[in-house]
């Protein structure tokens, strides 16, 4: 899967062993589901999931790991993606922008890249199918990028796996549930609140000010295939300009924490937050007790990779100080609702 700032990796047989220590548990909402780990995890252990995120990578990801299932759609994958590891180089959009007026990847996958993603556009494949077919693109372009894990910025010198060749492999898909289908959303998560329900929800929010969609504009414009008007030294979307989450804003943040906590139609909920975010763990526990009894889970962890190495200028000197190499992930468990 893709590398992701705030992905839960290592959280996630925690997560699984939380979800399975709550009885008469079959579905699950994943409202903030970015790679879609977590819900492919649930799935794998036979929870029916529910994704929802705002951006459109996400949704083509939860589309693949939540919502299609293996047996659907495995041989028909394998068969397409070995067609399009032989495709022929196209020198195009992708190329120009992420290759040359800025160096993200190679040319030379690049090149693959504008062929295989130009190639699913022109088949009439349904939602699902061409989910997970970008999804396989966009995962093997993550494996010869030249980046820290974000795409604010690029390496000043190529990253060693950058020189590999890019290749596609078949998504890990899950079977269905069998307490029925999984579905993948792309809303806010203060309007799917309002239209999704299960027996229990994961909230994991963004924690700060980091723009998921200016981090990821790569994989935005690999999913949504406009080809946009670009700006700066990471040739990021236009319209990526002024558009900001309430869960990136200090002000906002807890009235949309709340406003979830209030209206979510679940008995149980898992929420994800770590003691650098926005919101402190007494206020996080505050808003969920309004819930029921709040249990926290204390995980320390390393810092993502960025904050390890500091901040660099274009020209590669450090500007930024690394203030600590360790955080807290909590999770917050609130187990019995009234
Ligand atoms: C901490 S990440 C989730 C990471 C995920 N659990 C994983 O393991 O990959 C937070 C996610 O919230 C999404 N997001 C930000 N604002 C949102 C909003 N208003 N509604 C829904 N999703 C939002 C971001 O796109 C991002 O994927």
């Not at 203030?323 to 019995?336: D, G, P, T």
Request: charged share 25%; proline share 2%.
């Amino acid at each position: 899967m893709i590398k992701y700032l705030g992905s839960k990796k290592t959280l996630l047989s925690v997560l699984g062993d939380t979800f399975q220590s709550i009885s008469k548990v079959r579905s699950v909402i994943d409202l903030f589901s970015g790679t879609s780990r977590v819900g492919h995890h649930l799935k794998g252990l036979g929870y029916q999931v529910h994704s929802n995120d705002l951006n459109s990578y996400a949704h083509a990801l939860a589309t693949c790991y939540v919502a299609a299932d293996r047996s659907d759609h495995y041989d028909r994958v394998s068969r397409l993606i070995d067609e399009m590891n032989t495709l022929e180089p196209v020198d195009g959009y992708f190329t120009e922008t992420f290759c040359r007026q800025s160096r993200f990847f190679q040319p030379k996958n690049g090149m693959k890249v504008d062929a295989i993603r130009e190639w699913i556009e022109s088949q009439d494949f349904d939602w699902e199918l061409k989910s997970i077919l970008m999804v396989s693109l966009m995962e093997a372009a993550d494996r010869v990028d030249s980046t820290c894990g974000i795409q604010m910025a690029y390496l000043k010198a190529w990253a060693k796996r950058s020189h590999n060749d890019i290749k596609l492999r078949i998504p890990n898909m899950r079977e269905r549930s069998v307490f029925g289908k999984g579905t993948a959303h792309q809303s806010d998560a203060l309007e799917a609140i309002h239209t999704l329900s299960a027996d229990a929800a994961y909230l994991d929010p963004p924690y700060n000010q980091h723009k998921y969609r200016g981090n990821y504009h790569i994989w935005d414009s690999l999913i949504l295939w406009d080809k946009p008007e670009y700006y700066g030294v990471a040739c990021k979307r236009v319209d990526i300009k002024g558009h900001r989450s309430v869960f990136n804003q200090k002000k906002k943040i807890t009235e949309a924490m709340s406003d979830i906590v209030r209206h979510l139609d679940v008995s149980h909920l898992i929420v994800s937050f770590n003691n650098e975010g926005y919101i402190s763990k007494d206020d996080m526990i505050e808003i969920l007790s309004r819930r029921g009894e709040v249990l926290v889970v204390e995980n320390d962890f390393k810092r993502y990779v960025g904050a390890q190495i500091g901040i660099h200028s274009p020209s590669g000197e450090r500007v930024g100080e690394v203030s600590h190499l360790r955080n807290k992930e909590y999770i917050f468990i609130v187990s019995s609702l009234v």
